[in-house]
């Protein structure tokens, strides 16, 4: 698979973004806490073949520009930013962990950037993220306070290869970046209800992890529509362990997208 590497300048910084394959609608990834882009290649290589699929890498990860401030707005924004410079809107938007929060956020201020949504095990709960004493951990702590949270996302049937990535991946992530992905906690979790309601307005596709990041029991009481798949024995990154089922997920997704009244086709 070839990708093809942009660079935007917006928003003061100097974003990347991957690109490969053509056909609509596209397909726009983001990636979750202390990641980058790689999360996502096997969706990429796999959807490419048919649709235009664009990996991004978020403010201060991979290749894009250390420039403050990291938090969920300013991510959301930055996506819509690189977006509209490369004309790939309206999107299916997949988001992991976090990235499905900031998927979220950009349907809230970016409303006519975004198609549907599908998130991958993303902390969506009535309760939000919960992260004010893990950035109070992090500025005391450094990176080291992630440590725990990382092998929790393992589950046992993750592999060395995905388990050394992952780490080499997350572990490496400047601490004061993960605090600042962090540091709007309260004011996204606040609304957390009406994220998920506006989402739900769309096609809306929740993936879980065997021990699901989210609730899922509160998303199927708060959503009306919403499409909810449990992956069997997937860890948190069961999109790396597991790609030949999430692919397949996200094409049954494209169907929903293609056969609902509310999209306009």
């Known amino acids: 698979m070839d990708l093809v590497r942009h660079v935007i300048e917006a928003n003061g910084a100097k974003l990347a973004a991957w ?3 053509a056909g609509s609608p596209p397909f726009v990834f983001v990636h979750g806490l202390a990641c980058d ?13 048919d649709h235009r699929c664009i990996a991004i890498d978020l403010r201060a990860r991979g ?25 790939a809107g309206p999107a299916i938007i997949v988001g992991h962990s976090l990235g499905g929060i900031v998927a979220l956020v950009l349907n809230e201020r970016h409303p ?15 309760t939000g993220l919960g992260a004010a004493a893990l ?4 500025r005391g702590e450094g990176t080291a306070a992630i440590e725990p949270m990382v092998e929790r996302f393992f589950s046992e049937g993750t592999s060395a290869e995905i388990r050394a ?34 989402a739900d307005r769309k096609p809306f596709m929740a993936m879980w992890a065997s021990r699901p990041a989210g609730d899922i029991v ?18 948190h ?23 609902d009244p509310r999209i306009p086709h």
């Open 19 to 21: 690109e490969a394959g």
């Open 37 to 49: 882009h790689t999360a996502w290649l096997p969706q990429v290589e796999d959807l490419a073949r």
């Open 63 to 87: 290749e894009s520009e250390a420039v403050p401030p990291y938090h969920i707005e300013q991510q959301a924004d930055d996506m819509a930013a690189i977006m509209r410079a490369l004309a």
């Open 112 to 126: 006519d950037l975004v198609m549907g949504i599908a998130a991958a095990d993303s902390p969506m709960r009535a």
């Open 135 to 138: 950035v109070e951990r992090l």
């Open 165 to 198: 990535a992952v780490r080499e991946m997350m572990l490496t992530c400047a601490p004061e970046v993960v605090a600042g992905m962090l540091s709007d906690d309260e004011r996204v979790s606040s609304h957390m209800t009406e994220l998920v309601k506006l």
């Open 218 to 235: 509160w998303l199927r009481e708060t959503c009306m529509f919403i499409r909810q798949e449990p992956i069997a024995g997937g860890g």
């Open 237 to 259: 990154f069961f999109q790396l362990e597991k790609p030949a089922i999430t692919n397949a997920l996200l094409r049954a997704f494209l169907d929903d997208v293609e056969r």
